[in-house]
């Protein structure tokens, strides 16, 4: 499975911003109104925003997809730039670069963890969260088995060299598709897709360096979301097979004060590319406020 001709034009179209602590962050950009940031979750980069909602949400804000640092074309300086609580100050960092001001951030999955990280950190600078089937809380996960080996020091680059001729033929393309479940993969995403960028073996030496990150980095969030004063909207899927929503995003909701919750019945983990109305909704109520 390869990115087509529309994946390289996103590459093309993708700009650099550079920050002061940490490699330049590369980015998507659209529309017109009040600001708005995509952040992605794992196995992907803002490709996954681009063919998703990005295009109904720039209809009325001016919107940023991040490709988040060692995703997509943003590097990133150090393996411990994976972790979530770091990945929000680098975006954060690359957001005041550009000029963004309050903005609503709108993050699927891991990016929904990096989003709510962004909020707790820097609250006032943050107009609310939109979390779309967010990791939020320490749990032992596939992608500890399947990736974090990948970022052990030396042999971790070799096994995911070996993997990357070997196994991950077949498990990445598994991969993105179950991520889908139950829904099919859109056609869009399958023609559009970068898939070439997001399986290189270094990037999978990535998402082994957040998946081991992720204890840490998820047990401080926890411990935040009662103090949290950012607004948040989490949008969940009852059918997701990714990301287990009544103990990650309806247990988050519960701790912050500000939170709602609703269910998306019958949609799974990509729930962004479902039910994208949904999405603008929370974005849109978000910002009501400006």
Do not use: K
């Not at 020091?153 to 889908?180: I, S």
């Not at 909207?233 to 990714?242: E, K």
């Not at 247990?251 to 479902?274: D, K, N, R």
């Amino acid at each position: 499975m390869t990115g087509s001709e529309t994946a390289a034009d996103s590459r093309a179209e993708r700009r650099l911003v550079s920050i002061p602590e940490g490699s330049p962050v590369a980015y998507l950009e659209a529309g017109s109104g009040p600001d708005l940031v995509l952040i992605h979750g794992s196995l992907v980069n803002a490709d996954d925003m681009r063919l998703g909602p990005m295009s109904a949400l720039a209809e009325r804000f001016r919107v940023v997809a991040f490709d988040r640092p060692g995703h997509g074309l943003s590097e990133r300086a150090r393996p411990t730039d994976g972790s979530v609580w770091r990945q929000a100050e680098l975006l954060r960092a690359a957001a005041v670069a550009l000029g963004l001001r309050r903005p609503v951030l709108v993050g699927h999955s891991f990016g929904g963890a990096v989003a709510l990280a962004w909020a707790m950190s820097f609250p006032e600078e943050v107009a609310g969260v939109a979390a779309l089937a967010p990791i939020c809380f320490p749990e032992l996960r596939l992608e500890h088995l399947l990736f974090a080996p990948r970022a052990v020091p030396v042999a971790g680059q070799v096994l995911a060299q070996t993997l990357h001729l070997t196994a991950d033929p077949l498990l990445l393309p598994t991969l993105w598709r179950a991520m889908f479940l139950p829904q099919s993969m859109p056609d869009a995403f399958a023609r559009g897709f970068s898939f070439d960028l997001a399986g290189r073996s270094v990037q999978t030496v990535r998402e082994g360096e957040n998946a081991a990150s992720l204890f840490a980095d998820l047990s401080r969030s926890a411990l935040g979301y009662p103090t949290c004063r950012v607004p948040v909207r989490f949008l969940c899927g009852s059918a997701d097979i990714v990301v287990n929503n009544h103990l990650h995003g309806r247990a988050a909701a519960s701790l912050i004060p500000s939170a709602s919750f609703a269910w998306l019945p019958g949609i799974g983990h990509m729930l962004h590319h479902m039910r994208q109305a949904e999405v603008v909704a929370a974005a849109g109520h978000l910002a009501g406020d400006r």
